[in-house]
């Protein structure tokens, strides 16, 4: 199993960053299960993480029945929003792109509660699409791609949707990232898949297939990357796994007494290992879960929901290999954020004006 590795900022964590690295940069990722925060300075090949806060806060809880975000979601979410804004302040945070995801996009009043996230907290959270949201996340993974493989599928699991893109390592340039040749959302995250099929009293095989047949309904009908599905029925791809279902599979499978990331992300996992994982998860009942240092109580019920969907996609789209991934949308704002500095200052060296910052 290779040594997970030091990519932009996932094993740099420095919280005593010195007066003189640098500015400060944050991303802040709000989706249908949790709040996270991002905050780092530039660094030789990526940045270095100052700071990182995360709380599962169930924005979506309810949602897909009501559809509208509930009054005790809003104020958990609010809650972590308030911290996440103070650590912000705090830093002195040069630049900060605040993003809302699946939740906040379908929900009747998503707008009206990103309006009092503003004026409560200061955070002006913008909504981003889909295709956005699964363009920062391959580019939040892009140092877990095996560049000896053809092509790659990274699947980002959220709480409210999952994003697929499929990657064409073949026609990657000697330098920059490899082209998304297509991407799919689908409105079904771990939050809504465990909502729309309630666990009972314990875990069946049969309960956990249909979840799985939902899932593979919802991708079956997508055709757009059909030029590279023979890369993968001969094995010449690999999976990348980005959320917090899949990282707490990966640090059950290790076998972790606590979730380190430092352990986890960038591991590799083959199709038997995955399937054995959640065989051991549906051998637990919801408190066995729970009592797992890699799940905890607030994902115990929704762990499974993740296994599930990985399960889906491993069916329709086969690879020996998946990499765990304990990164994502955060990481890829943050690449961004920092890119655009570099070309701001590139342009000031040739003495072109920069354009404002947003």
């Given at each position: 199993?290779?040594?997970?590795?030091?990519?932009?900022?996932?094993s740099?964590?420095d919280?005593?960053?010195?007066?003189?690295?640098?500015?400060?940069?944050?991303?802040?990722?709000?989706?249908?299960?949790?709040?996270?925060?991002?905050?780092?300075?530039?660094?030789?090949?990526?940045?270095?993480?100052?700071?990182?806060?995360?709380?599962?806060?169930?924005?979506?809880?309810?949602?897909?029945?009501?559809?509208?975000?509930?009054?005790?979601?809003?104020?958990?979410?609010?809650?972590?929003?308030?911290?996440?804004?103070?650590?912000?302040?705090?830093?002195?945070?040069?630049?900060?792109?605040?993003?809302?995801?699946q939740?906040?996009?379908?929900a009747?009043?998503?707008?009206?509660?990103?309006?009092?996230?503003?004026?409560?907290?200061?955070?002006?959270?913008q909504?981003?699409?889909?295709?956005?949201?699964?363009?920062?996340?391959?580019?939040?993974?892009?140092?877990?791609?095996?560049?000896?493989?053809?092509?790659?599928?990274?699947?980002?699991?959220?709480?409210?949707?999952?994003?697929?893109?499929?990657v064409?390592?073949?026609?990657?340039?000697?330098?920059?990232?490899?082209?998304?040749?297509?991407?799919?959302?689908?409105?079904?995250?771990?939050?809504?898949?465990?909502?729309?099929?309630?666990?009972?009293?314990?875990?069946?095989?049969?309960?956990?297939?249909?979840?799985?047949?939902?899932?593979?309904?919802?991708?079956?009908?997508?055709?757009?990357?059909?030029?590279?599905?023979?890369?993968?029925?001969?094995?010449?791809?690999?999976?990348?796994?980005t959320?917090?279902?899949?990282?707490?599979?990966?640090?059950?499978h290790?076998?972790?007494?606590?979730?380190?990331?430092?352990?986890?992300?960038?591991?590799?996992?083959?199709?038997?290992?995955?399937?054995?994982?959640?065989?051991?998860?549906?051998?637990?009942?919801?408190?066995?879960r729970?009592?797992?240092?890699?799940?905890?109580?607030?994902?115990?019920?929704?762990?499974?929901?993740?296994?599930?969907?990985?399960?889906?996609?491993?069916?329709l789209w086969?690879?020996?290999?998946?990499?765990?991934?304990?990164?994502?949308?955060?990481?890829?704002?943050?690449?961004?954020?920092?890119?655009?500095?570099?070309?701001?200052?590139?342009?000031?060296?040739?003495?072109?004006?920069?354009?404002?910052?947003?």
């Open positions: 199993m290779d040594e997970a590795p030091r990519a932009p900022g996932a740099m964590r919280r005593d960053r010195s007066a003189g690295a640098g500015p400060c940069y944050a991303a802040l990722d709000l989706g249908t299960n949790n709040c996270r925060l991002l905050i780092a300075t530039p660094a030789a090949g990526g940045f270095r993480v100052v700071e990182a806060f995360s709380r599962i806060v169930r924005l979506g809880e309810g949602l897909s029945q009501s559809g509208r975000l509930s009054d005790a979601a809003m104020e958990r979410a609010l809650a972590a929003l308030r911290i996440s804004a103070e650590k912000v302040r705090r830093r002195r945070v040069a630049r900060l792109r605040a993003i809302a995801t939740a906040c996009r379908i009747e009043n998503g707008q009206a509660f990103l309006d009092r996230v503003a004026e409560e907290t200061g955070l002006r959270l909504i981003i699409s889909p295709q956005e949201e699964a363009r920062l996340s391959v580019a939040g993974c892009l140092n877990l791609l095996d560049r000896s493989a053809e092509a790659a599928l990274v699947v980002d699991v959220g709480g409210g949707s999952t994003e697929l893109s499929w064409d390592l073949k026609a990657a340039p000697p330098s920059g990232p490899p082209p998304v040749r297509a991407w799919l959302s689908i409105p079904v995250g771990v939050v809504t898949l465990a909502e729309r099929f309630p666990e009972g009293e314990t875990a069946t095989e049969g309960w956990f297939r249909e979840m799985v047949e939902a899932v593979k309904a919802e991708i079956a009908a997508f055709r757009r990357a059909d030029p590279l599905r023979p890369i993968f029925e001969a094995d010449r791809a690999h999976l990348i796994g959320s917090g279902a899949i990282t707490s599979l990966a640090g059950l290790l076998n972790l007494p606590r979730y380190d990331r430092s352990r986890v992300d960038g591991i590799w996992m083959t199709r038997d290992e995955c399937d054995a994982a959640a065989g051991r998860l549906l051998a637990l009942n919801a408190r066995e729970a009592g797992e240092p890699c799940i905890g109580p607030d994902r115990a019920d929704l762990v499974l929901a993740g296994a599930a969907i990985l399960q889906a996609v491993q069916e086969p690879c020996s290999r998946v990499r765990v991934a304990d990164r994502g949308l955060r990481e890829g704002i943050l690449i961004s954020l920092m890119a655009d500095r570099g070309r701001r200052r590139r342009r000031r060296r040739r003495g072109a004006p920069a354009p404002a910052a947003p």
